[in-house]
């Protein structure tokens, strides 16, 4: 029974480069959460979906980030034309139901 | 604004202790509060969570105190075990869970 998986596990981009996070849901769960976490930060919230639908976004960027859960495949989380700011790790969560969220072991993201 | 203020930052306690994080929040409409656990390098994982219909909830070593009129609740952990020396974050949620707001953390040292 594999829990969240997320990959790459660490990436590496020089700036003005693509990023494209993966994350799986754990079996059953139709519901992903995106959240960025700087060093010796908390948790923000990025973005919810649910299979092909964009329920919340309010925690994204306006410009260069976008997500996406298709029908079929991994939840992708894509950053377009990086930025040292950029840098941190990038974390989804998966739910059943919505409230109980299991958290992937995270993708570190470093912008040279 | 910080929707999620989380007290103390740090805290040392000794083997046997008990260690106290409190988190304080302004929003009447949050009525889902879980409290994850975070080791270096890996995701949170849910330790223990409240709904505002309960003053306290038990699970093992740890328990959640809520109290609804001052907006705060608080993780006790009883019997501190130097296992338990991690990063301990609240959070909260609405009732339809769209998003989730994070404390900024306590880093928990439990000395042996």
């Known amino acids: 029974n594999a829990g969240v998986m997320q990959n790459p596990r660490h990436l590496v981009r020089r700036r003005g480069q693509e990023a494209r996070l993966r994350c799986s849901p754990m079996?059953?769960?139709?519901?992903v959460y995106w959240y960025r976490q700087l060093p010796e930060e908390g948790l923000k919230f990025m973005v919810y979906?649910?299979?092909?639908?964009?329920?919340?976004e309010s925690g994204m960027p306006k410009e260069r980030f976008s997500a996406e859960f298709p029908k079929e495949g991994p939840s992708i989380l894509r950053i377009q034309q990086v930025v040292r700011g950029d840098s941190a790790a990038y974390f989804c969560?998966?739910?059943?139901?919505?409230?109980?969220?299991?958290f992937g072991p995270g993708t570190r993201l470093t912008v040279t | 604004q910080q929707q999620v203020k989380q007290s103390p930052q740090s805290l040392i306690v000794q083997k046997g202790g008990i260690s106290i994080i409190n988190c304080a929040y302004e929003?009447?409409?949050?009525?889902?509060f879980p409290w994850y656990q975070q080791f270096p390098g890996k995701g949170p994982a849910l330790l223990i969570a409240?709904?505002?219909?309960?003053s306290e909830k038990k699970e093992g070593r740890f328990t959640i105190s809520f109290n609804k009129s001052a907006k705060q609740f608080s993780l006790h952990i009883m019997d501190s075990q130097p296992g338990d020396s991690a990063t301990y974050f609240c959070?909260?949620?609405?009732?339809?869970?769209?998003?989730?707001?994070f404390g900024s953390g306590t880093k928990l040292n439990v000395k042996p």
């Open positions: 929003n009447t409409a949050f009525d889902y």
């Open positions: 969560a998966s739910s059943f139901q919505g409230y109980e969220q299991y």
């Open positions: 409240i709904r505002p219909d309960v």
């Open positions: 079996k059953g769960h139709s519901h």
């Open positions: 979906l649910q299979k092909e639908n964009i329920i919340d």
């Open positions: 959070a909260a949620s609405g009732h339809n869970f769209n998003k989730f707001y």
